[in-house]
C-alpha cells in the first residue's frame, strides 16, 4: 500500500461524518432532555414536600389552639405527638406569642439511612 492508500482509507465518507454528528447530537440532546426532567421533578418534589409541611403545621395548630391558649404544656404535647408521628415530621415545636416554647417534638434517628434522609 502506498501512503496516499492509507490516508484515503482513513477518511470519513459524508455519510460516516453525518451519521456520528447525529448520535452525538441525539446523546447530547437526550442527556440534557433528562437533567432538565431531572430538575424539574425535584422542583415539583420540593413544592410538594413544603406544601404538604404547611398543612401539616396547620393542622397542628388547630389542634393545640386551645392548649397554647390555656398553656397546657401537656395536652398541647400530647397533640404534636400524635399528628408528628402519624405525618412523618422530622421535629416540631410550639411556642407561645411571647416566644418561649411550649412544647417540642423530634422523631429518634435510628434508621440505618438517617443522615441521607436529614440531609435531604
Known sequence: MTPSSDRHDARLTLRQSLGRTHLVTAFTSACVAGILLTLTALLVMRFYADHNLELVARAISYTTEAAV??????????????????EEVAEARIYLPDGTLLTSWSRTMNTPIAELEGYL
Do not use: M, N, S, T
Open 69 to 86: 391558649v390555656f398553656q397546657d404544656e401537656e395536652a398541647a404535647g400530647e397533640a404534636l405527638r400524635a399528628i408528628a408521628e402519624r
